[in-house]
C-alpha cells in the first residue's frame, strides 16, 4: 500500500518529517507495509514553474495510491492563495472527497464535526467584473446538488450511528441563504428518517457557534456546509486549545480514497521557528492508520500523544518550552515504551522462530 506525502509550505515542511519519523516506527514495529513517495507540490514549485497540481496527478494519485498525507499550503509570496486552491481544493473535488470528517476533543467530550467538502461555496463558480482594473463586480456563488447533500448527509448519519453516538444537528443558515438551506433541510430531514437511534436537530449557524464556545456539552455530532465546516472547525480548534491540536480526514466513501492533514494551515508567523506543533499532523496520521484498518497501531499512536501533551515537551502555542523534535522524541520514546512493556508484536514473533 502506498501514501503520497505532500508537506507543502511553512510549518507543512515541519510537522510532516515528525509524521514519516512515526509512520516508520509504527511500521517496523507492527509490520504495517506502508510505502510512501514524498512530493514537492506547493509553492516554491508554483512560483518557479507556475504548475500547481501537475497534469494527470489525480489518475495517478487514485490509480497508485490509497491516501494522500498533506501538511499545509499558504505562503505570503502568493497572496490569493492561488496555488493552495489549485492544489488542495484540486485534490477534494477532483477525488470527490466530499466528507471532510473534523473531531473535536474537547473536556465536555468529543464533537464531530462533518463537513461537506467539494461544493457550496467553494465550487469555483463565479467571476469577477473589473472597473478601472479594480474588481467593481465580484461573484462567488454557492452551488449544492441534491445527490452530493444526500450522500453526504447519509454518511454522516451512518458513521455517526454506528460510532452511537446520540444527537446530530444540522448547521445551516436557511433564514438568510434560503435555496441552499432548503435543499439542506429537506435532504437532513429526509435522511434522518433512516437513524431512528439518532435525535437530530437543526441550527442557525450564527447561534450554533454562540451555543458551542458557551457549551460544547449537548453537542455530539454536526452536519454543515462547506464554508460553515471551515469556520466551525476553527471556532472548535480554539476550543480544544489551538490549532495545533485539531486534525481531519477528507474522504471519497464509495472510493475510500482519502486525504489527511492538520486543519492548521502554513502559519508564515512560526515557520523555520522549530517550534510548530506537530501533534495535529500526528493525530491526522492516527485517523488515516484508523481509516486504513491499523486501529491497533493508531491506538498506540494516540495514548502516547495524550501522553506527550501532558508532559515538558508540549511546544509554545500550549504554553510549553518543548520544539517540534522534541514533541516528536516524547511521542517515538512513548510509542517504544508501550510496546517493550507489553511486548512487541513482530519481535516476540521472530523470536519464537529462533527458539523453535
Ligand atoms: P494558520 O492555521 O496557518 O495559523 C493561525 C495561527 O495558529 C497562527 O498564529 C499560527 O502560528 C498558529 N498555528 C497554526 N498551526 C500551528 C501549529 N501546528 N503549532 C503552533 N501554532 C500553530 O492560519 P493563517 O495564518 O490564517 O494562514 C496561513 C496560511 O495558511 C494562509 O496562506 C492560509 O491560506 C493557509 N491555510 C492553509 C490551510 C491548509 O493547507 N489546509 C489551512 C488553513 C490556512
Ligand atoms: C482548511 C483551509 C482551507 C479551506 C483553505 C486553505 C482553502 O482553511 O482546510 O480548513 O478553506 O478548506
Ligand atoms: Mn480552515
Excluded at 28 to 46: K, T
Excluded at 83 to 95: A, P, S, T, V
Aim: proline residues 6%; contains cysteine.
Amino acid at each position: 500500500m502506498k501514501i503520497a506525502v505532500v508537506p507543502g509550505d511553512g510549518i507543512g515542511q515541519e510537522v510532516v518529517p515528525p509524521v514519516l519519523d512515526v509512520l516508520a516506527l509504527l511500521g517496523e514495529e507492527f509490520g504495517l507495509g506502508i510505502e510512501y513517495e514524498v512530493f514537492g507540490w506547493g509553492a516554491d514549485q508554483w512560483l518557479s514553474s507556475g504548475v500547481g497540481l501537475p497534469e494527470g496527478a489525480l489518475d495517478m494519485l487514485s490509480a497508485q495510491y490509497s491516501a494522500v498525507f498533506l501538511g499545509a499550503l499558504g505562503d505570503p509570496r502568493i497572496p490569493d492563495m492561488a496555488h493552495g486552491r489549485d492544489i488542495l481544493l484540486g485534490m477534494r473535488r477532483g477525488l470527490d472527497l466530499y466528507v471532510n470528517h473534523r473531531p473535536l476533543t474537547l473536556p465536555t467530550g468529543v464533537v464531530d464535526v462533518y463537513r461537506e467538502n467539494t461544493q457550496g461555496l467553494y465550487a469555483g463558480v463565479g467571476g469577477t467584473v473589473l472597473q478601472g482594473g479594480l474588481a467593481g463586480v465580484a461573484i462567488d456563488e454557492c452551488v449544492y446538488t441534491r445527490p452530493t447533500v444526500e450522500k453526504f448527509v447519509r454518511y454522516c448519519l451512518r458513521r455517526l450511528a454506528e460510532e452511537e453516538r446520540g444527537r446530530v444537528v444540522l448547521v445551516h443558515k436557511s433564514n438568510a441563504v434560503p435555496h441552499t438551506g432548503r435543499l439542506w433541510q429537506e435532504v437532513f430531514r429526509r435522511e434522518l428518517e433512516d437513524f431512528p437511534q439518532l435525535e437530530g436537530s437543526e441550527e442557525y449557524v450564527d447561534s450554533f457557534c454562540y451555543n458551542l464556545v458557551r457549551d460544547p456539552s449537548p453537542y455530539e455530532g454536526v452536519v454543515t456546509s462547506n464554508l460553515f465546516g471551515d469556520i466551525i472547525s476553527d471556532i472548535g480548534a480554539a476550543l480544544m486549545g489551538g490549532l495545533g491540536l485539531a486534525a481531519s480526514a477528507s474522504i471519497c466513501p464509495e472510493t475510500e480514497f482519502a486525504l489527511f492533514e492538520p486543519v492548521h494551515g502554513s502559519a508564515p508567523d512560526i515557520a523555520g521557528k522549530g517550534v510548530a506543533n506537530p501533534y495535529a499532523a500526528l493525530l491526522s496520521l492516527a485517523m488515516m492508520l484508523d481509516h486504513l484498518g491499523h486501529g491497533g497501531p493508531s491506538a498506540v499512536l494516540r495514548r502516547a500523544l495524550a501522553g506527550a501533551l501532558r508532559s515538558d515537551a508540549a511546544t509554545p502555542d500550549l504554553g510549553g518550552r518543548g520544539t517540534t523534535a522534541l514533541f516528536t522524541a516524547e511521542v517515538t520514546t512513548r510509542i517504544t515504551r508501550e510496546l517493550d512493556d507489553r511486548g512487541r508484536p513482530r519481535r516476540a514473533g521472530a523470536e519464537e522462530v529462533r527458539h523453535a
